[in-house]
């Protein structure tokens, strides 16, 4: 099931509708009118995360847990448990094989040196070089990516790209506007790192076009 699919691009029959209504509801009162539209999606990211609680016994000395134990169980003041939460991201995928990012919030920020990756519509490089910022995954799916294709509106000198089809195992240099096919084959989790060779870049939307295999 595709994604425009699960968000149910249909269209809605007033009559049909407002008549089963108006019988569901067992009276005759005034029932809403429902128009016929469309649901059109544009620029949808959708990521998908599992969380996962690990738990450790409760000891009291050499014992380990036991309901109704005095020396190994407590009710009413301690906890009965120790959790530990494991945050995994399991698919990220985006409408149209396309991702791209207005820096109006940080989602997709994985780690950063000393640029600004702002929620104000930008992200800024201030030193002089060598200041390298990676995102997370920008897709992550069952489908084996094959190329790749990066555009941006910057100013200052054009920011290195470099693109990871494998999840961060193996970077490959890409040139804006022109494909990358990857040689690292294989690879179902697309990573973006930017890097700069002089200060002062600003870069206000990155868009990544990416293509994979059925």
């Known amino acids: 099931m ?36 469309e649901l059109t999606i544009a620029n949808t990211r959708v990521i998908e995360k599992k969380t996962d609680v690990a738990s450790a016994a409760i000891s009291a000395g050499s014992r380990s847990f036991l309901l109704s134990n005095p020396l190994a169980a407590v009710l009413g003041t301690n906890k009965l448990g120790i959790g530990t939460t494991i945050i995994t991201t399991e698919r990220v995928y985006n409408n149209n094989d396309t991702w791209d990012e207005t820096f109006s919030n940080v989602r997709f920020l994985g ?37 790749a294709t990066v555009s941006a509106t910057y100013t200052g000198s054009i920011p290195i790209l470099t693109l990871s089809p494998d999840g961060g ?22 990573l973006l790192r930017m890097n700069n060779a002089s200060e002062n870049i600003v870069i206000t939307d990155i868009a990544v076009i990416y293509a994979k295999s059925l």
Do not use: M
């Not at 000393?114 to 104000?120: D, E, F, I, V, Y």
């Not at 995102?135 to 190329?147: G, Q, R």
């Open 169 to 190: 195992s193996n970077w490959e240099s890409v040139t804006l506007g022109s494909s990358l096919s990857f040689t690292n084959t294989g690879g179902s989790e697309l």
């Open 2 to 37: 595709t994604l425009g699919e699960t968000l149910g691009i249909a269209s809605v029959d007033n009559q049909d509708s407002r008549h089963q209504l108006a019988e569901d509801s067992g009276d005759t009162q005034e029932v809403p009118e429902f128009t016929s539209d």
């Open 111 to 147: 780690s950063d040196d000393t640029s600004t990756w702002a929620t104000t519509g930008s992200i800024t490089f201030t030193i002089a070089s060598n200041d390298t910022v990676e995102t997370a995954a920008i897709y992550k799916d069952t489908s084996t990516l094959t190329n």
